[in-house]
């Protein structure tokens, strides 16, 4: 084999051990020794305008290929551009492995290139850092960082390579590699726990399950269609794990929305929350009104965080499931699922008739109408944006997990939508991939159509154009008065013609009979694309209003 060097020796982990072939990455000197190694290797770097993309890819990665996602960025400023990518994927329990060159140690605090305490600085947004000295141990670190990445609550890990190790050359012989890739091991709870677990929904009458991206990192979709089927068991499922029962399921509430989740938690008797956190977006657990719950989480921290479990089940989520399955009665519940359906059909009324109704300006539920039309249920849907991210969550429907899944609901950060939505075009070539994103999120990462261009990555961007931050705007006039906005009017902007520019396909749709013309003209052109859509600035979404009025309690 000879003598290589220590860029060859991480690339040949990658993919050799962990089956990696595709990577997210900014070029600098202190990694060009793995760049250089991915040639030998075979690994496909898709190389972005921004390294914030790189983490943020990564992050998608690991959604919908099922396995970590791998970034690779420089020091300094390559390093410190990835933190909001990091801390996203840490709020949402992603299993990332970011590579981070660093400077040398000959150099260290001589006032070197780039040089800074990156260690101290992303501790607080992973699960595990490192830090390898010696080229022979790279393996070593490497396979601790993934399996640090996918054991218990999966999360971003930070290993840092610095190019004195990276560069440093050794006879391959002499390194030893793992034969296998880290695999999370499965955790079964507690057995006296599942029995109380399935007693508890065996008597109930108004039983609810609830899911959130625990399902997804656990590859739970079949325990929870399983159960939910044999026991009637209505469900509402979010985030990464939205889809694993598909949104036209019967027993899915998604025709309910928002509107229909706090309706349903307050109506059911028993909750069954599977890999899901009693954040914000429940009220901290407050929304459920007199039920029972039963939580699963693979953290014991979490099953009592906010809301006291009734039934604690500590484990996978998938594990879980199938543990209780077999003690949970066939039941038919047809009784309680007609109720929630007259409820939520009235409830969400006003919705359709939004969605079915031209009108201009063009509603923003008139758009999203607009787009399932034309793009269907079998697509993956990622929605970035305040205001948006409302109107889109209700209208569009998963066929899949992690078919409609938003910007961080836990962490807030805008700017994911066309990063998730390259990666989850690279990791599924098969499927169309539609970026639903605000005019104000669009900004954050619009360069990286260039990046689509560039690596033949067909997404399609859908942008509710409301000519402004529109949820921080209508907040303001809200908390304050409609003359008092400051800081969020952002005017007419031609994105569309800024992606032409960068060797995409754009389009401005003004009116109603040119919403669905454009997208199919867009799906067409093969092109990574844009549709920029004017939509009426004055609608608030009700998620604003709830958020304007926390606001004025501070």
């Not at 794990?241 to 938690?265: K, N």
Request: aromatic share 6%; proline share 5%; net charge negative.
């Amino acid at each position: 084999m000879g003598e290589v060097h220590g860029g060859s020796i991480v690339a040949r982990y990658l993919k050799e051990v962990e089956g990696i072939d595709t990577i997210f990455a900014l070029s600098g000197g202190h990694i060009l020794s793995v760049l250089d190694g991915c040639i030998d290797r075979g690994i496909r770097v898709i190389d972005v305008r921004h390294e914030q993309a790189a983490a943020m890819m990564a992050h998608a990665w690991s959604i919908y290929k099922g396995q970590p996602g791998v970034c690779l960025v420089t020091a300094g400023p390559g390093f410190t551009n990835t933190l909001t990518g990091v801390a996203n994927a840490y709020h949402e329990g992603a299993p990332m492995v970011v590579l981070s060159g660093v400077g040398s140690i000959r150099e260290l605090d001589k006032g070197a290139l780039q040089d800074v305490n990156q260690v101290d600085m992303i501790k607080p947004a992973c699960k595990w850092t490192g830090k390898c000295h010696d080229v022979t141990r790279l393996p070593e670190y490497l396979q601790a960082a993934f399996r640090h990445a996918v054991s218990g609550r999966p999360g971003p890990v930070y290993l840092e390579l610095l190019p004195d190790v990276t560069f440093d050359r050794v006879e391959e012989e002499s390194i030893s590699f793992p034969s296998g890739p880290s695999a999370a091991a499965a955790v079964p709870a507690d057995e006296e726990a599942v029995a109380e677990a399935a007693a508890l929904l065996n008597r109930a009458e108004k039983p609810l399950l609830l899911g959130g991206d625990g399902i997804c990192w656990s590859g739970a979709a079949k325990e929870v269609m399983g159960l939910a089927e044999k026991a009637g068991i209505p469900t509402l499922l979010a985030n990464c794990g939205r889809g694993a029962i598909p949104d036209e399921h019967p027993l899915s509430l998604w025709r309910g929305g928002f509107v229909g989740l706090i309706t349903a938690l307050a109506m059911a008797d028993v909750v069954l929350a599977v890999g899901i956190r009693f954040n914000w977006l429940l009220n901290y657990g407050d929304y459920i009104a007199n039920a029972s719950v039963i939580r699963v989480d693979i953290d014991p921290v979490e099953v009592n965080r906010n809301r006291t479990a009734d039934v604690a089940l500590v484990g996978d989520a998938g594990t879980v499931l199938r543990q209780l399955e077999p003690a949970v009665e066939a039941k038919d519940r047809g009784g309680w699922l007609a109720e929630l359906d007259g409820i939520l059909t009235a409830l969400s009324a006003g919705d359709r008739q939004q969605m079915e109704s031209p009108v201009h300006p063009i509603h923003p539920f008139r758009l999203m109408h607009g787009l399932r039309q034309a793009v269907g249920d079998d697509a993956i849907y990622i929605i970035d944006g305040g205001d948006t991210v409302y109107f889109g969550l209700v209208s569009l429907r998963a066929g899949e997990t992690a078919g409609v899944i938003a910007n961080g609901l836990q962490f807030g950060s805008l700017g994911i939508g066309l990063p998730f939505a390259m990666a989850a075009r690279l990791a599924r070539p098969e499927k169309k991939v539609v970026l639903v994103s605000g005019d104000g999120s669009f900004g954050f990462n619009a360069m990286e159509f260039e990046t689509a261009a560039r690596h033949g990555i067909p997404v399609l961007a859908v942008v509710c154009n409301d000519r402004a931050w529109g949820s921080a705007k209508h907040s303001q006039e809200l908390c304050f008065a409609p003359d008092r906005v400051c800081g969020t009017d952002l005017g007419v902007v031609h994105y569309e013609g800024m992606v032409e520019s960068l060797g995409g396909h754009g389009e401005l749709v003004e009116r109603d009979k040119e919403i669905i013309p454009a997208i199919e003209r867009a799906l067409a052109s093969g092109k990574p694309a844009c549709v920029n859509v004017l939509t009426d600035p004055t609608v608030t979404s009700p998620s604003t209003l709830i958020y304007a009025e926390s606001v004025k309690n501070w």
